[in-house]
């Protein structure tokens, strides 16, 4: 597949622009339909809100809220009046505002704090909040706030409002893109070389959004989820890409033509990239085993991107390898390939330096690498679910001096009602309604009861609570489990009343109580999946178990520092994040399942070249040695481009994206410089040859695949007719395997020794000769002796392998 794309470059590049192009359009004609679905199956909070549902069928439109307060006086003084009524008949202009409840009437009354000097208006749109545009927000908070001043302060508060507080469009990806660029290009040193990582993961994530967009109208998608495909997308993309084209390169600078070189790199990471790209959809796609239908719909929208990316990475990526050739190098690797012809494979620098001082030190390394990562899990004890609103917004906006101004006004469980929804089928059930109320305003906890009057008829009753403390306070939960665990069912005992607790902080609340029960089973579910797949993959029980508790210890360090920022509030403002508050209650389950993935990523690049040495040497000192000394470079470089491109989700202007990319960018650094590149290889070392131990009947049982196949040898290298003179070929066993280490010596006919070089590890060798003619070679390996023969060399390669066992010695 990789030679046809590296051939038919133009086709395959023409059909990934039409696929592009026709996607982008059809999903800008047709719009999104997202929809934030909680649907909580047998909460009480689910059935609270299928009673008002079924009661109030009409009731639609985005209300959005206009306060304002005075520091003397009253907002019923007649000039602050006169100014915010002409105010908010300015604000019944701005598009799509279909009503306004204004303090100033009688029945807006309960709209003015108590103390007179706080009042709000509710702006009602004549459409969604996801119908409206960013322009009428902006309008409308221009038009509320031009009356502030003068010792009036004017501010707006809603969802909707976010939208103008929203930094532009695709900012935060085009950061993340720019600075990926400039890592890719002093990694790279070659401008075409930074292009191909980039260019790929963004065919992948473009698509992948505009499927998203596409998908929304036959399934529900919640509204964070092309924002968090994308920042998935991009990370996986660009190091997907990375991988790829650093195996090119190095294929390129040993030796072989661009097309093979392409190809190989395709056959060996290409194989590791649609292995690790799997995993992270499996993982993604463990989502459906907690039964929720707002994480179904973000499971398959990144699932989709991710495998969109895979895609682009085997074969958009081989085209772009085919019209670039040797360019993909930089002018200086260019002319020091043509002036020292190919590199030697050893690798060398500050990588090998390092991993030669993992193999000294492996156990005060380790040591050292567990006592850093508990440290940073320790706050993850404190950790607390729940559900950001607009008090956790930045300070300087708007939404957040609204929330703040309400708060201080009518109370701080005034931002976040909770509303008692009953049914009330006859004169009995409404008693014991009135007896409900009275013992709901005797609760503690309980600020305000204001009980919604009925029309005549009415089956559904709902009766508005106001608790003392604000909506994330963990006394408000506290409040919601007393009401249901004791208030309501005294009071509906021996009635046909029939009542539930609900309201949006009582839906987040079951929410999280109910990802958190469900929680175990997904992580045992991704943590046995990762097991199997390392086991039948590296086939050793060590390795798959590290791997198991590694991820472990990455995530509960990531959600250590996640609390520690956004639940703490440690830097939370410098960050740009807002005020402390509880973790998203879905962040776990979506953040276990990117890190499950994106760990597996550097997992496989990692031990598949120690595995890899394993099988040559069964040397395990030098496999993981060298397994190190080769991947570290790559792995830390891939690990700072996801970390730019999760880090630039700080400037999104949404709290939720803020956790996702600081929890990721710390996930991703503690995974790759702390757990891949010091304690994993310390502890390999310090495990032996028990890295690589598999029962034997449990070897039979096992499928065999391998994930990053060994490169050729040397000897499997094609070589030019322009070559002059070469022998080259395979030195085996009587069995078959290949004799790595085997000495071959050319003897002219007199005798007379002309060269001498040494089998890879794959058994290959390459040995050129002076002239055509007829020589000698012999074969000579310690354990197995030695073995001669004629050769008549032509002007140009000639193909030699040989068979070496005891018997010919």
Not at 304 to 310: D, G, K, P, Q, W
Not at 523 to 547: D, M, Y
Not at 710 to 738: C, F, M, N, Q, W
Request: hydrophobic share 50%; glycine share 10%.
């Amino acid at each position: 597949m990789a030679r046809w794309c590296y051939r038919r470059k133009w086709v395959v590049i023409l059909l990934w622009l039409l696929a592009f192009v026709l996607l982008g359009a059809s999903s800008g004609a047709l719009g999104d339909k997202y929809a934030n679905v909680f649907d909580l199956k047998d909460t009480d909070s689910s059935k609270a809100l299928r009673l008002m549902e079924d009661a109030f069928p009409d009731a639609s439109g985005e209300q959005d809220t206009v306060v304002w307060r005075v520091d003397k006086g009253s907002v019923r003084d007649t000039a602050v009046q006169q100014k915010m009524t002409a105010t908010l008949k300015n604000v019944e202009k701005v598009a799509d505002v279909g009503e306004i409840a204004s303090p100033y009437t009688k029945a807006g009354a309960p709209q003015i704090s108590k103390d007179g000097r706080t009042a709000y208006a509710r702006v009602t749109f004549t459409k969604m909040g996801n119908e409206l545009e960013k322009e009428q927000m902006q309008d409308l908070v221009d038009t509320a706030r031009a009356a502030a001043g003068d010792g009036l302060k004017v501010e707006v508060g809603g969802n909707a409002v976010q939208l103008a507080e929203e930094p532009p469009q695709h900012l935060s990806e085009m950061v993340g893109i720019a600075a990926a660029a400039i890592v890719l290009f002093l990694a790279f040193g070659s401008l075409f070389g930074m292009l191909l990582p980039i260019v790929t993961a963004i065919f992948g994530v473009g698509m992948g959004v505009s499927s998203i967009v596409l998908l929304s109208h036959a399934m529900d998608v919640a509204d964070v989820s092309p924002l968090l495909a994308s920042l998935v997308g991009l990370g996986v993309g660009i190091d997907y890409a990375l991988f790829i084209v650093t195996r090119h390169r190095k294929g390129i600078l040993r030796g072989r033509t661009p097309e093979d070189s392409a190809v190989q790199a395709v056959n060996t990471s290409g194989r590791a990239v649609l292995f690790a790209g799997g995993t992270v959809c499996i993982a993604l796609l463990g989502m459906f085993a907690m039964d929720l239908t707002f994480l179904n719909g973000v499971a398959i929208a990144a699932a989709l991107t991710v495998v969109l990316t895979v895609a682009a990475s085997v074969t958009l990526l081989p085209a772009m390898l085919g019209v670039l050739g040797v360019r993909v190098l930089s002018r200086r690797q260019r002319r020091k390939l043509a002036a020292n012809g190919p590199e030697s494979e050893e690798a060398t620098g500050a990588a090998a330096r390092w991993s030669t001082f993992v193999q000294r030190h492996p156990r005060v390394l380790a040591a050292a690498a567990v006592v850093v990562m508990l440290a940073l899990a320790v706050p993850t004890l404190s950790l607390r679910l729940g559900s950001s609103d607009q008090g956790n917004n930045p300070s300087s906006t708007t939404t957040r001096k609204a929330y703040d101004l309400l708060g201080s006004g009518f109370g701080p469980g005034f931002n976040g009602p909770l509303q008692v929804v009953a049914e009330v089928p006859n004169a009995d059930a409404r008693a014991a309604l009135d007896k409900l109320v009275t013992e709901v305003t005797k609760t503690e906890g309980v600020a305000q009861v204001v009980p919604v009057p009925l029309p005549p008829g009415a089956k559904t009753a709902i009766v508005n609570v106001v608790p003392t403390t604000d909506p994330q306070s963990e006394k408000t939960s506290k409040l919601v489990d007393r009401l249901r665990d004791d208030v309501i069912p005294a009071a509906q005992k021996g009635t046909s009343l029939q009542a539930h607790v609900g309201g949006q902080t009582a839906i987040f609340k079951d929410f999280a109580t109910t990802l958190m029960g469900k929680l175990p089973l997904f992580i045992g579910i991704i943590v046995a999946l990762g097991f199997v797949l390392l086991l039948i993959a590296f086939r050793s029980l060590l390795v798959p178990l590290t791997a198991a508790a590694m991820n472990l210890i990455a995530a509960a360090a990531s959600f250590g520092v996640l609390v520690a920022i956004f639940q703490w509030g440690w830097g939370a403002e410098l960050l740009g994040a807002g005020r402390e508050g509880p973790i998203e209650a879905f962040l776990p389950v979506i953040m276990l399942s990117l890190l499950f993935g994106l760990s597996m990523d550097y997992q496989v690049f990692l031990v598949s070249r120690m595995h890899e040495e394993w099988v040559h040497t069964r040397d395990n000192v030098r496999a993981v040695r060298v397994g190190l000394a080769e991947t570290t470079r790559v792995i830390n470089c891939a690990a700072v481009i996801m970390i730019c491109v999760f880090g630039a989700f700080l400037l999104s202007g949404q709290r939720v994206m803020a956790m996702f990319g600081v929890g990721l960018a710390g996930a991703v650094a503690l995974d790759a410089f702390i757990l891949r590149t010091v304690l994993v290889p310390s502890l390999m070392h310090m495990f032996g040859k028990s890295n690589w131990w598999l029962p034997t009947w449990l070897d039979k049982r096992l499928p065999h695949f391998a994930v990053e196949p060994a490169e050729d040898s040397a000897a499997d290298v094609p070589l030019p007719a322009s070559a002059g003179p070469v022998i080259s070929g395979t030195v085996r066993d009587s069995e078959g395997a290949p004799v790595a280490g085997a000495a071959l010596t050319l003897v002219s006919s007199g005798g007379r020794q002309l060269g001498k070089v040494v089998a890879d590890k794959a058994g290959g060798y390459v040995l050129p000769a002076p002239a055509p003619g007829s020589y000698v070679l012999v074969a000579t390996s310690p354990s197995l002796g030695a073995k001669s023969t004629n050769v008549s060399v032509a002007d140009g390669p000639t193909r030699l392998d040989l068979d070496l066992d005891l018997e010919s010695v």
